[in-house]
């Protein structure tokens, strides 16, 4: 039930960095929270899930075409075989842009993102003004990113309502035809798996 | 009515903050919201669409002023107590404990809490949301027409994932996800009830009309088959 006349949060402090310490501090003394534990997913989400995973996705699907089939088919079972899997990232669809469509990814009800692939969300991608006007109006978004599109390109809007997470595949930087994997990685950035930038140029 | 988060289409929010942040964490706190968070589902004491929703559920007021972390910090602290987990005594104690106006009590670690050699692989724990059953009602091209009321059916104020600017509106159905939990139900303690979902796609003429950008544009959101009916 909604519960709306009862909001216990209101008795812990109004200083947010205390008012995490408060209910750490009664977590950790009832048990069920463990410090070192926190320690570790702090860790996890700062320094060892983040978008290179994604990037190397991308990268692979531009490089194997074998690959970017099953990508474009079934993207959580080949976002698996590189052991990219779990929270936030169990059902993902990959979504490619070409010259006559560009994607872009929001989540215009609270937060949706694809941890296990991108990591933790930027904080622009969780702002008011990202939520609000994504949707109505993508192309003044991707122009304040300094997206430009091109003549012939719509623009296609996923909203993350349920479960399933979007990953944009950008298209392939020209000049890019003879590089490797791993020189591949280097391209493809955080807000190019959003929709909120294109895969870099090649130096 | 829905409530304040659902804030897509709205107008007045101005400029995109920070849009080539690298930074994780702006704060240690920030670190340890995310973090309890986490710690915390791992109690098994509530499932994703009951976060959200106690989020959701903070006052207009709170939800617009506070930042981010701190919509995730209080909505926690909410649940526990509507869980059943900590009393409001507790709480009261918590705001003590963090000014240092009290003596903590050391405490065995509860067998349910998550340790830090178990963090890897829980959150690489595989659980989708997908379910057995429920036929679909809908294949790939089907016109279908959204609620015209975004709400919840069972529970007056409860969570619903069919935002207002969607409501009402035609689209194409264009891809099938088979059926996952339904927030609606889930969220809300009333059982898994999973439902076919869908990929809608909306021409931005359509949701917007005179305001689209451009006709060519469209938006895709992802619908439980209540949400739907069809378009003849």
């Known amino acids: 039930m909604p519960h709306d006349h009862d909001h216990p949060h209101s008795l812990l402090p109004s200083d947010p960095e205390l008012r995490v310490k408060a209910l750490e501090s009664i977590l950790v003394e009832k048990g069920l929270v463990d410090p070192d534990a926190l320690a570790e997913l702090i860790d996890t989400y700062e320094h060892k899930i983040g978008p290179k995973n994604g990037a190397r996705v991308v990268a692979k699907a531009w490089s194997d075409p074998e690959y970017h089939a099953r990508l474009m088919t079934d993207a959580t079972a080949a976002i698996a075989e590189l052991g990219f899997v779990g929270r936030q990232s169990e059902h993902v669809v990959a979504v490619e842009n070409t010259p006559e469509q560009h994607n872009l990814v929001v989540c215009t009800l609270c937060s949706c993102y694809p941890w296990a692939i991108l990591g933790i969300p930027p904080s622009w991608y969780k702002s008011d ?3 609000a006007r994504a949707v109505r109006e993508p192309r003044a978004v991707l122009a304040e990113f300094g997206v430009e599109l091109g003549a012939d390109q719509a623009v296609r809007v996923w909203d993350s309502t349920a479960e399933v997470r979007y990953l944009v595949v950008p298209m392939r930087p020209e000049g890019s035809a003879g590089m490797s994997e791993d020189d591949l990685v280097e391209l493809v950035s955080r807000n190019a798996m959003i929709g909120t930038a294109l895969a870099g140029a090649v130096a | 009515m829905s409530r304040v988060h659902d804030m897509g289409g709205r107008f007045g929010d101005g400029a995109i903050p920070e849009k080539d942040d690298a930074v994780v964490f702006h704060s240690e706190w920030e670190a340890r919201a995310l973090a309890l968070n986490l710690a915390a589902g791992a109690l098994g004491q509530w499932n994703i669409d009951m976060s959200r929703h106690a ?19 209080s909505g926690l602290t909410d649940l526990f107590v509507s869980s059943g987990v900590l009393s409001v005594e507790d709480i009261e104690r918590a705001a003590l404990l963090a000014v240092g106006d009290t003596e903590a009590r050391p405490a065995e670690l509860s067998d349910k809490a998550l340790k830090a050699e178990a963090v890897w692989a829980g959150m690489h724990a595989v659980k989708p949301y997908s379910r057995e059953g429920g036929a679909a009602a809908f294949a790939v091209g089907d016109r ?6 975004s709400h919840n059916k069972n529970v007056a104020g409860g969570h619903t994932r069919l935002p207002s600017y969607a409501a009402g509106r035609v689209g194409t159905v264009v891809m099938l996800h088979g059926a996952h939990v339904f927030p609606d139900s889930n969220a809300h303690g009333l059982g898994e009830a999973p439902e076919p979902l869908y990929a809608v796609e909306f021409s931005a003429a359509d949701l917007w ?3 689209a950008e451009s006709a060519a544009d469209s938006m895709v959101l992802d619908l439980w088959q209540s949400y739907l009916s069809a378009e003849v």
């Open chain 1, 129 to 131: 003004a990202y939520r």
């Open chain 2, 144 to 149: 279908v027409r959204t609620a015209t009321y």
């Open chain 2, 209 to 211: 009309e005179g305001d």
């Open chain 2, 55 to 73: 989020r959701e559920r903070l006052a207009p007021k709170d939800y617009a002023n506070f930042s981010y972390y701190e919509k995730w910090i």
